[in-house]
C-alpha cells in the first residue's frame, strides 16, 4: 500500500485500514513514522527502507520476509512511500507474492511526483501552456540518466524528475541542448512534510541553485512552463528586472 508523500494525513481512510489490520508491517524510508501510530500493539514492525547508496535489505531479501511473515503470521503489509506503482517496486512485489499463493490486494498512495508540486501550487497541466506531464526516473538501474528525459525535453510537458539530484549537471545540459535553458525549473526537497524546501530559476541556474539553497535528495525536480505560476519564482523575476533597471527596492 502507498504511504503518500510525507505528510501523515495525506494518506487514504483505506490505508490507514489496513495499517489498522496488520499483523506485519514492512515498511520503506520515505514512509512517516507517524502512520505506525495506527498499528495493533502486537503487530511486528520492521524497518526495510532503501536510500542511495544504504540499503538495508536487499530486494531479494524484501521478498523473502513478505513469504516468511505472510505464512508465519498472515497479514502483512508491505507500506511504500507515495504510491507503491509509480518506481517503488510494488508490483514486483505483488508478483511475488502471488507467484507463490499469497492472496494480494493493492491500496493506492497519493503519489509525490504529482502531490508535492500541487502543494507548492504548481499545476502539472495548465490550458494554453502544456498538454501533458512527464513523470522519469533520473537515475535508472545502471545508474545512468534515463533516455527519456531526451524526448521529454523536446516536448512542452511538464517534466518532473524523481531521484535525480545526482544527475543536475546532466539534467541541464540535455534541456540546453534542446534550446530550455530558460525553461523555469522548481526542485522541491522534503516536500509534504514541516522541513519542506524549494528552490527555482531557470534551468542554467540548475546546480547553482541547488548548492545556494543547500538542496538535496530526497527532492523532486519539476521543469517547465507551469513553474512561473509558483510565487517565488514571479518574485525572483521581479527581483531580476529591478536589479537590471536599478531600481532600488525600499
Known amino acids: 500500500m502507498g504511504a503518500g508523500p510525507g505528510d501523515a494525513e495525506l494518506i487514504t481512510l483505506k490505508g490507514i485500514k489496513a495499517i489498522e489490520n496488520a499483523d506485519v508491517i514492512l515498511y520503506d524510508a520515505l514512509v512517516n513514522r507517524e502512520l505506525l501510530k495506527y498499528a495493533k500493539r ?35 503489509v508491505r507500506l511504500k512511500g507515495g504510491d507503491p506503482f509509480v518506481f517503488g517496486r510494488g508490483h514486483e512485489e505483488l508478483v511475488f507474492a502471488e507467484s507463490l499463493g499469497i ?24 490550458r494554453g501552456t502544456n498538454e501533458s506531464f512527464w513523470v522519469i526516473t533520473g537515475t535508472t538501474r545502471t545508474g545512468k540518466l534515463s533516455a527519456d528525459i531526451k524526448l521529454a525535453a523536446q516536448s512542452s510537458a511538464t517534466v518532473i524528475i524523481l531521484m535525480g539530484m545526482k544527475k543536475l549537471k546532466e539534467i ?37 541553485t541547488a548548492a545556494r539553497e543547500l538542496l538535496g535528495a530526497p527532492a523532486i525536480i519539476v521543469i ?12 525572483q523575476l521581479l527581483d531580476k528586472f529591478y536589479f537590471k533597471s536599478g531600481i532600488a527596492l525600499n
Do not use: M
Open 42 to 76: 502486537d503487530a511486528k514492525i520492521i524497518y526495510v527502507g532503501k536510500r542511495a547508496d544504504n540499503h538495508t535489505f536487499k530486494q531479494h531479501e524484501i521478498h523473502s520476509l513478505i513469504l516468511k511473515y505472510a505464512f508465519s503470521y498472515g497479514h502483512v
Open 103 to 126: 492472496e494480494t490486494s493493492l491500496v493506492p498512495g497519493i503519489s509525490s511526483s504529482i502531490a508535492v508540486p500541487e502543494l507548492q501550487k504548481i499545476p502539472l497541466t495548465k
Open 172 to 208: 541541464r545540459e540535455v534541456f540546453s541542448y534542446y534550446g530550455k535553458k530558460e525553461t523555469p525549473f522548481a526542485i522541491i526537497q522534503n516536500g509534504s512534510l514541516p522541513d519542506e524546501k524549494i528552490g527555482t530559476g531557470t534551468v542554467d541556474e540548475l546546480e547553482e
Open 224 to 235: 517547465g512552463e507551469v513553474v512561473r505560476e509558483h510565487e517565488k519564482f514571479r518574485q
